[in-house]
């Protein structure tokens, strides 16, 4: 137990520092040009899979679930599955279990095809005139 615990410590851990280096490109974007720049949104004129997702976090952190959909739907349900890991994973460390970081088979191919959907669903949505996020198109 006390080696998964470690483990599990380590893991979020680095997971915060990560998080914290791209808050760190957040603000010195702000701070340089006011807006984040994103290279695939420029060249494609359409939006990636995450693209609305910062804004998308942190509406989620002021527990505004309606604009946090509206951003990025995907980052709220990206979100919340990762809650329901941590967890889990932390409920079978301390009851003992083998194999408390175990991911179910299906998981990440059904994460996947979630991902393309959203992106392409996203995409046929903007380009048949409805702009979610608002970047290209002003909502009126």
Known sequence: MKRNLKYFLYMNLAFLAVALLF???VALCEALTGRLFCVYKILTKSYCPFCGGTRAF????QFDLPNAL???ALVVISALLLLV???KTLWQILRRRP???AIP????????ILVMVFFLGRNLLL?????LIGDFIRNI
């Open 99 to 101: 194999r408390p970081f």
């Open 23 to 25: 808050w760190g490109y």
């Open 58 to 61: 942190f509406a989620l952190l």
């Open 70 to 72: 509206r951003h990025n």
């Open 105 to 112: 088979r299906w998981f990440l191919p059904a994460y996947g």
């Open 85 to 87: 890991y941590e967890i």
């Open 127 to 131: 380009w048949g005139g409805v702009d």
